[in-house]
Nanobody
Framework: QVQVAESGGGLVQPGGSLELSCEAS????????LAWYRQSPGKERELVAN???????NYAESVKVRFTISRKDARNTMYLQMNSLKPEDTAVYYC??????????????WGQGTQVTDST
């Protein structure tokens, strides 16, 4: 099976920057879509950004211009560069990946999450 794991969360001041990483591991045939979600206390999990195998990206309106999603397929890794962070960006950020672990068998995996917290 395929696992995905996030890293890079932490405390950040408003206006600061942080980069999150998500690495997929295990038996991987191909990775199609990758996405970042986030969840704040008392709120539902929401899509932050996604990127498909062709590199086409999509962002939530609240993070457009400030966040950039990217992927390095050679490393089975996805990134989220977050700039101009706001207090409302405080959340647990989750990585999601889906693809194939054999030519015909699909996987869809969630990471455990990494906390991003406004330091004020």
């Amino acid at each position: 099976q395929v696992q995905v794991a996030e890293s890079g969360g932490g405390l950040v001041q408003p206006g600061g920057s942080l980069e999150l990483s998500c690495e997929a591991s295990g038996r991987i045939f191909s990775i199609n879509a990758l996405a970042w979600y986030r969840q704040s206390p008392g709120k539902e999990r929401e899509l932050v950004a996604n990127i498909n195998s062709g590199g086409v990206t999509n962002y939530a309106e609240s993070v457009k211009v400030r966040f950039t999603i990217s992927r390095k397929d050679a490393r089975n890794t996805m990134y989220l560069q977050m700039n101009s962070l706001k207090p409302e960006d405080t959340a647990v950020y989750y990585c999601f990946g889906e693809g194939y672990y054999t030519e015909k068998r699909r996987f869809a995996s969630w990471g455990q999450g990494t906390q991003v917290t406004d330091s004020t």
